[in-house]
């Protein structure tokens, strides 16, 4: 039974912390200072240079022509493109958001149904 309390314990804390990020990720996205805002913008439209990258290299790719010089440069940009979603994450806030108060959920819950 001690066992249990323990993580019941951690639990409560673990899920204590993620509703205090949820607010605090709320309120941030509430301040209306216009540097803040520049940079709030920056993480709500976050760049995906990969998934573009790849979607040209698609296009190029397909493009019918008997030299197959699109072919040599299509398929190394969409490798690169692969690469790049893999290196940078195109995140954006409202998907740590979104994340975070999901994770919020699954522990409440797991809380409730072991009460």
């Known amino acids: 039974m001690d066992e249990y309390q323990k993580r019941l314990r951690k639990l409560k804390l673990a899920s204590e912390s993620i509703t205090r990020r949820t607010k605090i990720y709320s309120k941030i996205s509430e301040i209306d200072d216009t540097h803040t805002a520049k940079s709030m913008s920056v993480l709500r439209n976050a760049p995906d240079p990969g998934g573009k990258m790849q979607k040209i290299g698609f296009i190029i790719f397909w493009i019918p022509e008997?030299?197959?010089v699109t072919n040599a440069?299509?398929?190394?940009?969409?490798?690169?493109?692969?690469?790049?979603?893999?290196?940078?994450?195109?995140?954006?806030?409202?998907?740590i958001a979104k994340t975070t108060k999901n994770n919020a959920y699954t522990i409440s819950n797991f809380k409730d149904t072991v009460f």
């Open 66 to 68: 008997p030299t197959g």
């Open 73 to 95: 440069i299509g398929a190394p940009m969409i490798l690169a493109g692969k690469y790049l979603q893999k290196k940078y994450n195109g995140s954006t806030l409202p998907d």
